[in-house]
């Protein structure tokens, strides 16, 4: 039970931090506030929640599921979400970097211009 908590304890904040990381990257500087603020908030909403919903649920096991089939849902979501394009570019596949950059500027309608670099469109 112990290395259950430990590999829990060692894994649950990436489960967290990492979504925030990326939707702060791929939103436009104009909502990436909001998007956040949204994250922290629902964050917080749940952590008041909890107690309410553990009362009312009266059994630790039920619980327990009820607590991680949201987070099994954000586990196996991880093939639709893109990799970080700062990261791609650290790693050296430019290439990759560009087309997400460019998804996401079409899905945010923003046209980036055609001599535009990838380094332009994360650094700037």
């Known amino acids: 039970m ?3 908590q430990l590999i ?8 967290f931090q990492g979504p925030m990381s ?3 990257e791929l939103c ?15 964050w917080a909403l749940g952590n008041c929640l909890l107690p ?3 009362y009312l649920i009266n059994t630790w096991q039920i619980l327990q ?3 991680v089939v949201p987070m099994a849902f954000a586990f196996f ?8 394009p700062r990261w791609l570019l650290t790693k050296k596949r430019i290439a990759e970097a560009d087309v997400i950059l460019r998804k996401v500027a079409k899905t945010n309608k923003a046209t980036p211009p055609k ?5 332009d469109l994360v650094f700037c």
């Open 2 to 4: 112990t290395l259950l």
């Open 65 to 67: 599921v009820v607590c």
């Open 22 to 24: 990326i939707t702060s």
């Open 115 to 119: 001599d535009m670099t990838v380094f």
């Open 52 to 54: 309410l919903i553990g």
């Open 28 to 42: 436009t500087t104009a909502v990436r506030g909001k998007a956040i603020g949204w994250g922290m908030i629902t």
């Open 77 to 84: 979501c991880w093939k639709i979400v893109p990799e970080s």
């Open 8 to 15: 829990l304890n060692a894994t649950m904040m990436p489960l």
